[in-house]
């Protein structure tokens, strides 16, 4: 059985485990899929207050989290997990995506270091890390909702985890492509009925729909993640409908004289 060894390395371990102990995860950890360990930075301090940041050298303002506490919590726990990849979550890091997870799900463990305060001491991360990651182009207050969300997703992609083969496979993103449309009871809505199709028992037209559904999505909504994706014939033939579609309408609003469509205008 495939196993998954995380240790979140933070200076609040309550956050995590609360989310432990629910849903997916809670259930990973009862299985035996995964463990979860969060190693409270300030235990290896060497003063008395615990102190884990410090002023920058060269002035500015915030604080950087010390260099000391952080490695000697980072080389206990790699005593514990010797094999285990070591992930700083950090804006200036590689964006976490799908193919990421995936990598990361093949490794046995996972040791995610939270940053505060304006980051970490440069030397730690020059020598001690093996990956640096980022969730987004945006600014936290910590690492450790970061952290969360690499193990949730990492997490997902363990086999026997989600119950089927199939679950994680057809997840958003895998394949380049958003999820299809879902729908469930009641069978009308506030007016709005479920689609004919899915009510039909026609399994290879609910296929066909939900492909379709999944195609217009990304097209709409992240047609850059079609860009890195090599696209089959009956792809290249739904989105030729679409955009056949698309022009039908535009040339009914010409027809009603509404905006207009060439002239430099």
């Known amino acids: 059985m495939c196993r998954m060894d995380f240790a979140a390395l933070t200076i609040f371990p309550d956050i995590f485990k609360a989310y432990w102990e629910h849903g997916i995860l809670r259930r990973a950890i009862a299985q035996g899929r995964i463990s979860a360990t969060a190693v409270d930075i300030r235990a290896f301090?060497?003063?008395?207050?615990?102190?884990?940041?410090?002023?920058?050298?060269?002035?500015?303002?915030?604080?950087?989290?010390?260099?000391?506490?952080?490695?000697?919590?980072?080389?206990?726990?790699?005593?514990?997990?010797?094999?285990?990849?070591?992930?700083?979550?950090?804006?200036?890091?590689?964006?976490?995506?799908?193919?990421?997870?995936?990598?990361?799900?093949?490794?046995e463990g996972l040791i995610l270091i939270c940053g505060r305060y304006e980051g970490v001491d440069e030397r730690i991360s020059d020598t001690l890390i093996d990956l640096e990651l980022s969730i987004g182009d945006y600014v936290l207050t910590g690492g450790e909702l970061a952290a969360l969300v690499v193990m949730d997703a990492v997490t997902r992609l363990i086999p026997g985890v989600l119950g089927g083969e199939e679950s994680a496979a057809k997840d958003s993103f895998e394949g380049h492509l958003l999820e299809h449309a879902h729908y469930t009871r009641p069978q009308v809505f506030e007016g709005q009925a479920v689609p004919e199709v899915l009510l039909s028992g026609n399994h290879r037209a609910i296929e066909a729909w939900r492909r379709e559904t999944a195609l217009t999505r990304t097209v709409l909504r992240r047609p850059d993640l079609l860009a890195a994706r090599p696209l089959c014939a009956e792809d290249i033939a739904?989105?030729?409908?679409?955009?056949?579609?698309?022009?039908?309408?535009?040339?009914?609003?010409?027809?009603r004289g509404v905006g207009p469509l060439s002239g430099g205008q």
């Open 45 to 107: 301090t060497a003063d008395r207050h615990h102190t884990t940041d410090d002023r920058p050298f060269g002035g500015g303002c915030g604080m950087v989290m010390k260099p000391e506490p952080l490695a000697a919590a980072l080389r206990d726990t790699r005593r514990r997990l010797p094999r285990a990849v070591t992930v700083l979550l950090t804006p200036q890091g590689r964006v976490f995506d799908q193919p990421v997870a995936a990598q990361l799900a093949a490794a």
């Open 238 to 255: 739904t989105l030729r409908e679409l955009a056949e579609r698309i022009e039908r309408i535009i040339e009914a609003q010409h027809q």
